[in-house]
Nanobody
Framework: QVQLAESGGGVVQPGGSLRLSCKAS????????INWYRQPPGKQREMVAITSSLGRATYSDSVRGRFTISRDNAANTVYLQMNDLNPEDTAVYYCNVYWSSIHYWGQGTQVTVSS
């Protein structure tokens, strides 16, 4: 079955960096776009970044220039490098794939930006 496992979250001070990982299995990873979403406290889930099957990246306006999404198809893993973090980036971050007409989600990893 499809499994997405996020890791790398934690508590960081404003201006700091974190690198999230999403390890995937159960579907043909290399030919599908993989997405990062986040859900801030009390708010709706929102798209953060997308990597196409060819590695082309798309970002939301709020993270463009600070976050970088990348993928390692040999390792079935997608990364989200997050730099210059600010308190508004505090959220649960989720990995997502749309495969076989179903949206699959990981369990999420908490990122807290606080001084």
């Amino acid at each position: 079955q499809v499994q997405l496992a996020e890791s790398g979250g934690g508590v960081v001070q404003p201006g700091g960096s974190l690198r999230l990982s999403c390890k995937a299995s159960g579907f043909p990873f290399g030919i599908y776009a993989i997405n990062w979403y986040r859900q801030p406290p009390g708010k709706q889930r929102e798209m953060v970044a997308i990597t196409s099957s060819l590695g082309r990246a798309t970002y939301s306006d709020s993270v463009r220039g600070r976050f970088t999404i990348s993928r390692d198809n040999a390792a079935n893993t997608v990364y989200l490098q997050m730099n210059d973090l600010n308190p508004e980036d505090t959220a649960v971050y989720y990995c997502n794939v749309y495969w076989s007409s179903i949206h699959y989600w990981g369990q999420g990893t908490q990122v807290t930006v606080s001084s």
